[in-house]
């Protein structure tokens, strides 16, 4: 998809605050839209069905948190990204975002280069992968989950098979912060798991052989694959 096709709808109070970020997001060469209240945000969604809509939580009429609730109640905007921007840096705002339906949290003020850099890794998400063979590349790594084999560079990591399948569910979607419950039930399934610690001594592993800054730890959430 070219980025003339991507539709961003930007939904926040503060008119500077919607001029600066709608103007950096159109010089990239994405469409946007915007609306300066919840209410308005979901209606615009609506009818304009953006692949992403990035949310203030403090606004008039309808707060971020209400709206992103109604817009995942709309089967049509089931794939759209939601990404909450906020003064609010709090862990339980977070918590309460994520809960609320949403994929990622940003946390203002943000320089609007930075912010646009996030837009991106965002809209990565919404591309298809390389996966049709069941093989995923992302930067230097490359995943085969047909022959459970991950190459780092030129180097083949050995694996374990929970280990590999942790960082396959994380490596499908780099950047959005997988529940830990999610976690669990996509790679453990109905297992007997032994205390929620399970997933902290994987990550912790593939920490050792991967490096610390691909597995990001949301603190109260849960995990997310960093490119």
């Not at 109604?70 to 977070?94: H, M, N, V, W």
């Not at 994987?202 to 490119?227: N, P, S």
Request: aromatic residues 6%; hydrophobic residues 40%; charged residues 30%.
């Amino acid at each position: 998809m070219n980025k003339s096709d991507i539709k961003i709808l930007l939904v926040d109070d503060e008119p500077d605050i919607l001029e600066i970020i709608s103007y950096n997001l159109k010089q990239e060469g994405y469409q946007v839209i915007t609306a300066e209240n919840g209410k308005e945000g979901v209606r615009k969604a609506k009818k304009h069905l953006p692949q992403l809509i990035v949310l203030d939580v403090m606004m008039p009429e309808m707060d971020g948190m209400e709206a992103c609730e109604k817009i995942r109640q709309e089967p049509q905007l089931e794939d759209s990204l939601i990404c909450f921007l906020t003064a609010r840096g709090e862990d339980y705002s977070q918590m309460a975002g994520f809960d609320a339906g949403a994929d990622d949290y940003i946390t203002k003020p943000i320089k609007p280069k930075v912010l646009v850099s996030k837009v991106k890794a965002l809209l990565r998400r919404t591309q298809p992968s390389n996966s049709d063979q069941g093989i995923t590349e992302i930067g230097d790594i490359t995943i085969n989950q047909e022959e459970y084999k991950v190459m780092l560079g030129k180097k083949e990591l050995i694996l374990p098979r929970k280990e590999f399948e942790l960082l396959a569910l994380l490596a499908s979607k780099p950047g959005k912060v997988f529940k830990r419950e999610d976690i669990l039930a996509n790679v453990w399934g109905n297992e007997v798991v032994v205390g929620g610690r399970t997933i902290d001594v994987h990550i912790r592993k593939l920490r050792e052989k991967m490096g610390d800054k691909r597995f990001k730890t949301v603190k109260g959430v849960g995990y997310k694959f960093v490119v």
